[in-house]
C-alpha cells in the first residue's frame, strides 16, 4: 500500500498543473486532498490514516533523496528536465548571472519552483535546464542553468527587449527573497 502511495506523489508532482515538478505539502492530507493518481477512492484510508501514511511516505522519500522541503513545497528535482548548455542562444541576456557551488540540483529546483508557484512573473513555461515567464503583452523573461564540471553551476538571467528594465528589478529581488 504504501509504495502505491509514493508512486502516486510522484505522479502527482510530475503531473502539477503548473508544470513544476512540485506538491504543496499543507495539501496532503488535508480536506483539499490532492489527486493521487492511480488510486481510487475506494483504495485510499480514511483521512486520518492517509494523512498519517503520507507524512511517513514523504519522510523516507526525503531520507532517500527523491524530494526535498522548501518554503511549503516538496521539490522533486530529478523530475526537471535536464539542463542546458553554454552555446544555446538566449533571446535577450541582462548581464546578470550566478555562480554557485553546492546542491546545484537542489538549488535551481527551489527557486524555478517558488517562481513557478508564486506566478509574480506570469505563467511559467519549463523546458531542459531552463525556466520562461510570461505575461500578454508584458513580454517574458526567465533563467537558465548551465552546470560546470567539478560540483559549479550558472545561472543567466533574460529578458525580452521590452521587460529587460522592470523584470530585472524583479527577478532579482525575487531570486534574493527565495534564495535568502
Same mark, same amino acid.
Given at each position: 500500500?504504501? !509504495?502505491?502511495?509514493?508512486?502516486?506523489? *510522484?505522479?502527482?508532482?510530475?503531473?502539477?498543473?503548473?508544470?513544476?515538478?512540485?506538491?504543496? !505539502?499543507?495539501?496532503?492530507?488535508?480536506?483539499?486532498?490532492?489527486?493521487?493518481?492511480?488510486?481510487?477512492?475506494?483504495?485510499?484510508?480514511?483521512?486520518?490514516? %492517509?494523512?498519517?501514511?503520507?507524512?511517513? *511516505?514523504?519522510?523516507?522519500?526525503?531520507?532517500?533523496? *527523491?524530494?526535498?522541503?522548501?518554503?511549503?513545497?516538496?521539490?522533486?528535482?530529478?523530475?526537471?528536465?535536464?539542463?542546458?548548455?553554454?552555446?544555446?542562444?538566449? &533571446?535577450?541576456?541582462?548581464?546578470?548571472?550566478?555562480?554557485?557551488?553546492?546542491?546545484?540540483?537542489?538549488?535551481?529546483?527551489?527557486?524555478?519552483?517558488?517562481?513557478?508557484?508564486? !506566478?509574480?512573473?506570469?505563467?511559467?513555461?519549463?523546458?531542459?535546464?531552463?525556466? %520562461?515567464?510570461?505575461? &500578454?503583452?508584458?513580454?517574458?523573461?526567465?533563467?537558465?542553468?548551465?552546470?560546470?564540471?567539478?560540483?559549479?553551476?550558472?545561472?543567466?538571467?533574460?529578458?525580452?527587449?521590452?521587460?529587460?528594465? *522592470?523584470?530585472?528589478?524583479?527577478?532579482?529581488?525575487?531570486?534574493?527573497?527565495?534564495?535568502?
Amino acid at each position: 500500500m504504501n !509504495e502505491r502511495y509514493a508512486g502516486s506523489l *510522484i505522479i502527482a508532482a510530475r503531473n502539477n498543473p503548473r508544470g513544476v515538478p512540485v506538491l504543496e !505539502e499543507p495539501l496532503l492530507g488535508s480536506m483539499k486532498t490532492i489527486p493521487l493518481p492511480g488510486m481510487t477512492k475506494k483504495e485510499r484510508l480514511s483521512q486520518a490514516k %492517509e494523512r498519517m501514511v503520507l507524512e511517513c *511516505i514523504v519522510e523516507l522519500m526525503i531520507q532517500h533523496g *527523491i524530494c526535498f522541503r522548501h518554503g511549503g513545497l516538496l521539490v522533486f528535482p530529478t523530475l526537471f528536465p535536464a539542463g542546458g548548455t553554454d552555446d544555446e542562444k538566449l &533571446p535577450h541576456s541582462v548581464s546578470l548571472y550566478y555562480d554557485f557551488t553546492g546542491a546545484i540540483d537542489n538549488i535551481y529546483a527551489s527557486l524555478v519552483s517558488k517562481l513557478m508557484v508564486s !506566478e509574480e512573473f506570469g505563467e511559467g513555461r519549463l523546458t531542459a535546464g531552463r525556466v %520562461e515567464f510570461a505575461r &500578454p503583452g508584458e513580454g517574458y523573461c526567465g533563467l537558465r542553468q548551465i552546470k560546470r564540471t567539478g560540483g559549479f553551476a550558472h545561472v543567466d538571467l533574460f529578458f525580452a527587449e521590452e521587460t529587460a528594465g *522592470i523584470a530585472a528589478t524583479c527577478l532579482v529581488a525575487s531570486s534574493k527573497r527565495i534564495c535568502g
